[in-house]
């Protein structure tokens, strides 16, 4: 049963997960070396607060800080770990976690790429570690995607992230940038691609996904989407009839290089796109539509 969590590094995505466990009603032991960290963290945390209690996690754990990583395991039942996406680093540090926190102690890691198997390798208990990747900012964010070798382990773990309402998944083995990253990736590559190829602004590139099937797959990934698209006769007719067209668009799809010229392109469309709101203010307004569409997903799901 878990009542205390590490959160070890607290950056952007630490703090999120710490925000989301108090608010779960967890006791939280936070910690990062990083100058300023317990600041930052406590700030995001007050930030966090409201967004959460809007979605009905109003719970009040407990939270400390220490710059000790050992003191910050010794006691917990669960290690999220938010250290830097380094795998000499990571790997290096999950071993000194791994010596450190209790036996039956499951330690999560947040990666984006970086595969199980090569950053746990050090471990003497490698059982026990799980990859546990959440899409940012996780306490908005219900998706968790869990990769791990021992079934009661990753059992155990989902078991806690759903107490939390969140999503986990659980890949049926691993691959760089796990699930969702890779279908980012993809889809990403082909945005940089239109830029390259002048077919269209950055701005309107971002609307055509936001304003278009992005509102879809806000509801539905894109196997039940177009199993929609193919009318009364379901995912097989599409394939079936539809299927010829995807093959066409695949093979025109761009493969483009991030050179100056582009990445000079993609900043400037950028900027233009931004109006003059800086991260803080986009962030903002990100959480506050985010916060919206899960809880008007979560209100309709449980009607």
Same mark, same amino acid.
């Given at each position: 049963?878990?009542?205390?969590?590490?959160? @070890?590094?607290?950056?952007?995505?630490?703090?999120?997960?710490?925000?989301?466990?108090?608010?779960?009603?967890?006791?939280? @032991?936070?910690?990062?070396?990083?100058?300023?960290?317990?600041?930052? !963290?406590?700030?995001?945390?007050?930030?966090?607060?409201?967004? !959460?209690?809007?979605?009905?996690?109003?719970?009040?754990?407990?939270?400390?800080?220490?710059?000790? !990583?050992?003191?910050?395991?010794?006691?917990?039942?669960?290690?999220?770990?938010?250290?830097?996406?380094?795998?000499?680093? +990571?790997?290096?540090?999950?071993?000194? #976690?791994?010596? !450190?926190?209790?036996?039956?102690?499951?330690?999560?890691?947040?990666?984006?790429?970086?595969?199980?198997?090569?950053?746990?390798?050090?471990?003497?208990?490698?059982?026990?570690?799980?990859?546990? &990747?959440?899409?940012?900012?996780? &306490?908005?964010?219900?998706?968790?995607?869990?990769?791990?070798?021992?079934?009661?382990?990753?059992?155990?773990?989902?078991?806690?992230?759903?107490?939390?309402?969140?999503?986990?998944?659980?890949? +049926?083995?691993?691959?760089?940038?796990?699930?969702?990253?890779?279908?980012?990736?993809?889809?990403?590559?082909?945005? @940089?691609? *239109?830029?390259?190829?002048?077919?269209?602004?950055?701005?309107?590139?971002?609307?055509?996904?936001? $304003?278009?099937?992005? %509102?879809?797959?806000? #509801?539905?990934?894109?196997?039940?989407?177009? &199993?929609?698209?193919?009318?009364?006769?379901?995912?097989?007719?599409?394939?079936?009839? %539809?299927?010829?067209?995807?093959?066409?668009?695949?093979?025109?799809?761009?493969?483009?290089? *991030?050179?100056?010229?582009? +990445?000079?392109?993609?900043?400037?469309?950028?900027?233009?796109?931004?109006?003059?709101? $800086? #991260?803080?203010? *986009?962030?903002?307004?990100? $959480?506050?539509?985010?916060?919206?569409?899960?809880?008007? +997903?979560?209100? #309709?799901?449980?009607?």
């Amino acid at each position: 049963m878990v009542r205390t969590v590490a959160v @070890v590094g607290c950056g952007t995505v630490g703090a999120s997960w710490a925000a989301l466990f108090l608010a779960g009603g967890y006791d939280v @032991v936070a910690t990062d070396p990083a100058p300023g960290a317990e600041a930052g !963290l406590m700030a995001f945390i007050a930030r966090a607060r409201p967004q !959460l209690a809007e979605l009905g996690l109003a719970g009040d754990g407990a939270l400390s800080f220490t710059e000790n !990583l050992e003191e910050a395991v010794a006691s917990a039942d669960f290690v999220q770990e938010n250290a830097p996406e380094n795998e000499a680093f +990571k790997r290096d540090f999950l071993a000194r #976690i791994d010596a !450190l926190a209790p036996e039956q102690t499951i330690v999560a890691s947040s990666t984006s790429a970086l595969l199980r198997s090569r950053i746990v390798a050090d471990c003497a208990r490698k059982h026990r570690h799980i990859v546990a &990747h959440p899409f940012n900012p996780p &306490h908005l964010l219900p998706l968790v995607e869990i990769i791990g070798e021992d079934d009661a382990v990753v059992e155990r773990a989902c078991a806690f992230y759903r107490s939390l309402g969140r999503r986990p998944i659980v890949l +049926k083995r691993e691959a760089p940038g796990h699930i969702a990253n890779r279908l980012s990736s993809a889809l990403y590559r082909e945005a @940089v691609s *239109l830029v390259e190829q002048g077919i269209a602004s950055v701005a309107d590139i971002d609307a055509a996904v936001s $304003d278009g099937p992005g %509102l879809r797959w806000a #509801i539905m990934g894109p196997h039940m989407t177009y &199993h929609l698209g193919g009318g009364a006769g379901g995912i097989a007719h599409y394939l079936d009839h %539809l299927g010829p067209s995807q093959e066409r668009r695949w093979a025109s799809l761009g493969t483009p290089q *991030l050179n100056s010229e582009v +990445k000079k392109a993609i900043v400037e469309g950028v900027e233009e796109e931004a109006q003059g709101r $800086d #991260i803080a203010a *986009l962030e903002a307004e990100r $959480d506050r539509l985010l916060s919206e569409i899960v809880r008007l +997903k979560a209100a #309709i799901s449980s009607d």
